[in-house]
């Protein structure tokens, strides 16, 4: 499974040196992984902290001291939890290696190997929501089948379930149908033992057929037996089921009182749209159910088109809507004409169209779409006495083993059919998981384009949120915030382009933008008579080399701004890793009055550690303390220790994504300096929060 940007991992670390243990968490953090660490020191804290909190991985040093290794593994066990436990070793062979298996641990992991140890624990998380998902699966599996088994019951149809030709479950109305009084009397009898002689042999094999593998087909007649000896015409539909993790056959038995010639024009009415003659939506839907499990099952290929007619709502007026009909008709028609005869074609919408295509790769469902799409395009559809020139747009899907469900199927296709028709339409557009990757790159390279030509063109823009003083302060601050302005004066936000910029060696060239505009921004608020502090987020990227430093210079010199207020931010984590290359640059800009603060504060395992080490201003506090803040009184013991650390240290305190009152007022009474978030005021393009 995928794991989400926004999942986080609630991890264990049992080590000695917290310093070693802060290294790796940092070094995770690198790799990407948003980890929440928590660091026992006792084996009673570790009980405790097993009883009351849900972790995902547990990390174990062989040589701890303060919790052994032997009671790690005993308190796991005991706790009854699934939760893996990574042992880490400085070194392995194969007599620590094959101990490690001995004591139960998942895997090992070396301390000094940080690209190791983050593969082995994404292997090892994936497994443990893998764990998870299945057993919630199977929970709500069991809860439906017992749902199903009640209303399977309680039907009016008659229904069975039978394995290898042998009845396994039979409904009261089945019961009744035949003549018998409970299933006992038929639980282990061959459905052969239902069916008049004269149509054993041909059932026999229609049975054979199905052992084998292929569809039942949509409706069988044939002439039943009941208990007395007496026959009856029925009609028997077959679906592929599974009955206490069984597979089997769900029988419905449909007992016919009248013509048979005339039962068939019936079902064949039910099964088709009556303006069209083309199958409707629940007809083929069923069809599409199948094909979807074929390609899961037999790594099959076929492929789904849904088609639209262009500007449908202007043909209407156009037309009369009491033309309406006739039009989807002219269409139905035309689309009949150009696919394939063993297409599956339906009316799936009011004005859309479906076509299934079996057994049809990438390359034939490509060809198929653009003929549908010429079909229309390239000749006159008479409607209403009409002629008409018009379009269609389509969106495909290949539906393969990568995309083996009806709903990610369908969402794709959707998905590919608006992408169509928000660009003009008369096109076909179609999703093919097997071509992931190259779509990827090619969006990457698109990407990189668009940031170059971003950077070039001045078309970043900057949002500016106020950070709200609680206790009295009058000045104003604001943080800002970067947007990628689109060709069509839409915003991006940064998550969806910084890591691809940070791949590409993009990053120095933002931050250099980022911080020249909040810099000309100080300036012209200076001359309109206002001091604002400004809050901006720069990457570790910048640490690497004085460049910034001397950009930073240049840009105060020009706009004639005050560097005091100007305040750089970086992740705690990320200084702890360039710890040395953030002194220094601390040190530089400090001489030019320019601050720097430290965010996502106190995620960390000794988060104040640092402090003695590097002079953070302002200490924005992690996000994750203020889910749940009101109702979660670890969280508000938490910040109550940062705040008062904090004042300790002169350092002044943010309370960052503040989500209700309740909130605030627990920022306040704790402590805290600023409080920052939507429910307070959101982050726009100009600076007009009233802070008086």
């Not at 998981?433 to 190259?438: I, L, N, T």
């Not at 987020?537 to 004085?546: A, G």
């Amino acid at each position: 499974m995928q794991l989400g940007k926004d999942m986080v991992l609630r991890l264990l670390i049992v080590d000695d040196s917290v310093e070693a243990a802060e290294a790796i968490v940092s070094g995770l953090r690198n790799h990407g992984i948003a980890v929440r660490p928590t660091r026992p020191e006792s084996a009673d804290e570790l009980a405790a902290l097993l009883a009351g909190q849900a972790f995902e991985l547990l990390l174990a040093a062989r040589d701890a001291r303060s919790v052994a290794v032997e009671q790690v593994m005993q308190a796991v066990a005991a706790s009854g939890k699934d939760l893996p436990v990574l042992l880490l070793l400085d070194g392995v062979d194969d007599t620590r290696l094959l101990e490690a298996l001995a004591l139960g641990a998942r895997a090992v992991v070396l301390r000094d190997r940080i690209d190791q140890i983050h593969s082995t624990i994404k292997s090892e998380w994936e497994d443990l929501e893998a764990r998870r998902a299945l057993r919630k699966l199977e929970a709500q599996v069991r809860e439906t089948e017992r749902r199903c088994d009640s209303l399977i019951e309680s039907s009016r149809d008659p229904i069975a379930y039978v394995h290898e030709g042998m009845h396994i479950r039979a409904n009261t109305a089945y019961l009744e149908t035949f003549g018998y009084d409970s299933f006992e009397d038929v639980e282990g009898m061959s459905l052969l033992d239902m069916i008049a002689p004269q149509h054993v042999d041909g059932f026999k094999q229609l049975l054979k057929q199905m052992s084998k593998g292929e569809p039942p087909p949509p409706r069988y007649e044939v002439e039943a037996r009941a208990l007395d000896g007496s026959h009856f015409p029925a009609v028997m539909e077959f679906t592929p089921a599974s009955y206490e993790g069984e597979s089997c056959l769900q029988v419905v038995l449909r007992r016919q009182e009248f013509d048979p010639e005339l039962a068939r024009e019936v079902e064949e009415l039910r099964q088709r749209d009556q303006v069209t003659g083309l199958l409707n939506r629940a007809t083929f839907l069923r069809a599409l159910e199948d094909a979807v499990a074929d390609a899961g099952q037999n790594a099959s290929h076929h492929g789904l088109l849904l088609i639209e007619p262009d500007h449908y709502a202007q043909l209407v007026r156009e037309l009369g809507l009491d033309a309406a009909d006739g039009l989807i008709a002219a269409f139905a028609q035309r689309l009949r004409n150009a696919i394939g005869p063993d297409d599956v074609v339906a009316r799936f919408g009011e004005h859309q169209f479906a076509v299934l295509s079996r057994d049809s790769d990438h390359r034939a469902t490509s060809e198929r779409a653009e003929a549908v799409r010429t079909a229309f395009a390239d000749h006159v559809l008479e409607a209403a006495s009409r002629s008409l020139n018009a379009t269609v747009s389509i969106g495909g899907v290949q539906i393969g083993e990568k995309i083996a469900s009806v709903n990610a199927v369908l969402g794709k296709a959707a998905q590919c059919l608006q992408s169509t028709i928000a660009v003009g339409g008369n096109r076909s557009e179609l999703f093919d998981p097997g071509a992931v990757d190259r779509a990827e790159q090619e969006r990457v390279e698109a990407w990189v384009t668009r940031i170059r030509d971003a950077l070039d063109a001045d078309r970043f823009v900057m949002h500016y949120q106020p950070l709200i003083s609680l206790h009295g302060d009058p000045g104003e601050m604001y943080e800002a915030y970067l947007r990628l302005q689109g060709e069509r004066g839409e915003l991006v936000q940064p998550m969806t382009f910084l890591q691809i910029a940070e791949e590409h060696g993009l990053l120095w060239e933002i931050d250099r933008w980022v911080v020249g505009r909040a810099i000309a921004v100080i300036g012209e608020r200076l001359k309109a008579g206002k001091r604002t502090t400004l809050l901006v987020k720069i990457t570790q990227i910048s640490l690497q080399d004085d460049s910034l430093l001397k950009h930073i210079a240049e840009q105060l010199a020009k706009h004639g701004a005050d560097g005091s207020l100007l305040v750089l931010q970086l992740p705690e984590s990320k200084v702890f890793t360039h710890l040395r290359q953030a002194q220094e640059f601390q040190v530089g800009v400090a001489t030019h009055g320019v601050r720097v603060g430290l965010e996502q504060f106190g995620a960390g395992l000794n988060s104040f550690q640092l402090l003695s080490h590097f002079d953070a201003a302002l200490l924005k506090i992690d996000r994750g303390f203020m889910e749940d803040l009101a109702s979660n009184p670890e969280h508000q013991a938490r910040m109550r220790e940062i705040a008062q650390k904090a004042r300790e240290l002169g350092k002044q305190t943010i309370g960052d994504h503040i989500q209700d009152a309740a909130s605030m007022s627990l920022l306040f009474s704790a402590g805290i300096d600023y409080a920052q978030g939507h429910f307070l005021a959101g982050a726009g393009p100009e600076m007009d929060y009233e802070f008086q």
